[in-house]
């Protein structure tokens, strides 16, 4: 009899998600295990298992033989209204905490700040959709409202991260996970920023060292600062709030794949390339304006040190180059973003489409990885190498 449960639950799981592309005729469905009940649409299956999203926005993957019990709930999964997820953040952390919201946001902060959090965050979504927009390519709005967390010390922000089973050092002050769909931060205005990823792997970047690793100074737009000035946001957690919540947008606009493999070039270049100040205002006009000033010192210093000749290849190929050289990587992983948005915008905004396509993302290997850049962008990578950094010479 259970294996009959079983085999029936695994037919359904594999049947739901076939027959559903579109998201909006997607069924509820309820998965009973041993540990407990799952409840949202099937977006992924596999031998032996299958992923929903659950109404919060939150990723599960469940084993199908751990399967008990299956059920169609609804005919058409809808994702929690933004008060459904106001009460459950309120209940979550209760005393000491309010929830402030914006068009995009619901954000969960210390008492007298969540507001102020949320029209932050939200500054983020608006360079995004501009900087995108006027260059062709269409930014939707997101499935799920965004969730941000701000944790009034380094102490109770650890201590969630423990529950999550995310290891955070003191010199962290944020992270996104894509599993779990949302930024946490928390308030401390004696710590380095820090940027803690992604893809539901644990990592930490080279951010954990230093926020800026040159020492420069950056000027944010005024409109930009009196915002940060009315939630008390310091420079680093002004940065880390900018660079977590692309990844997330990254990850709710179909910019990645929140279930398949992602190069990671391609997510911290994004998140570098608009965590610059300049992103904000520049609609058009000179590339150095929208530069992010440390990166490129930094990239240019890698390039006239210790860069490989003819280098493009290798970076795109694999994950290797953060592992070895993490600064380097950084650098790179944003002047090679930044150059092509800037030069190739279309093919770009194709290319991050292509990338975040399921089957491609199922399926991604190193040979595949350059296979598909030079697809989108050009077949002599040597050419596309040598380009780059001319422009980067040029960029002043």
Known sequence: M?????TIAASACLLLF???????????????????????????KGRGWCVLFDRYGQM???ETRDVRKFRKLSSNFAPFSFNQVRTKLLQDFGKGYEVGTSRHYVVCAPNGRGKAYADILESTWRRMHMYFSVRGFDIPDPEFPLVAVVFRDYQSFAEHARREKASVSPGILGYYWS????VLMYEDSRRTAAAFSHDGSS????????????????????????LAASAGVNGDLKETMIHEATHQLGYNLGLHNRVGRNPRWMVEGLATVFEAPGMESQRGGQSIKRANAGWLYGFRKFAETNRPKYYLEEFIRSD?????????????AWALSFWLIETRPREYGQFLRRMADD???????????????KESFGQELHMLDVEMLRYFDGLN
């Open 18 to 44: 076939s027959a559903t592309n579109v998201r909006a005729s997607q069924p509820l469905v309820e998965l009973e295990t041993r540990e407990g009940k799952f409840e949202g649409r099937v977006v992924d």
């Open 203 to 226: 990592f930490v970047s080279y951010f954990e060292q230093t926020a800026n690793p040159w020492g420069f100074a950056f000027d944010d737009p005024a409109s930009f600062d009196q």
């Open 320 to 332: 290797r180059p953060f592992e070895t050289n993490m600064s380097n990587a950084y650098a790179q």
């Open 179 to 182: 599993t779990h769909n949302q």
């Open 359 to 373: 089957e491609v993302a199922r399926t991604l290997t190193p040979d595949r990885r350059v296979e598909i850049f």
């Open 2 to 6: 259970l294996r009959r449960l079983l």
């Open 60 to 62: 599960h993957t469940v």
